[in-house]
Nanobody, 122 residues
Framework: QLVESGGQLVQAGGSLRLSCAAS????????AAWFRQAPGKEREFLGH????????NYGRPVQGRFTISRDNSKNTVYLQMNSLKPEDTALYSC?????????????????WGQGTQVTVSS
């Protein structure tokens, strides 16, 4: 089970850190990814981190502004978001997958969270 938190209303240019807490299983064996979906738009891949945290890949829209990390001692994956823009407004969700291969499709993951809302005001 994955539970996201940390979403809130923030002004443009601000920062937020989202968390994705996992329960059940050995979390370090699972790769994780962050996605977002804005109203009326398709779900967008933001980035992927392997179970050991050594390899991280980012989606093009957020390269340079967002950072993914994890703390396996806390069974948690993080998404640090800087220089937020109004177009970053979306429901942000995490997903986990036993395979460490990077995939960008939401449906390829084994478990998913419900998401946390991020709203960026101009």
């Amino acid at each position: 089970q994955l539970v996201e938190s940390g979403g809130q209303l923030v002004q443009a240019g601000g920062s937020l850190r989202l968390s994705c807490a996992a329960s059940g299983g050995t979390f370090s064996r699972y790769a994780a990814a962050w996605f977002r979906q804005a109203p009326g738009k398709e779900r967008e891949f933001l980035g992927h981190i392997t179970g050991n945290g050594y390899a991280i890949n980012y989606g093009r829209p957020v390269q340079g502004r967002f950072t993914i990390s994890r703390d396996n001692s806390k069974n948690t994956v993080y998404l640090q978001m800087n220089s937020l823009k109004p177009e970053d407004t979306a429901l942000y969700s995490c997903a986990a997958r036993f395979s460490q291969v990077v995939v960008t499709s939401w449906s390829e993951y084994d478990s998913w969270g419900q998401g946390t809302q991020v709203t960026v005001s101009s």
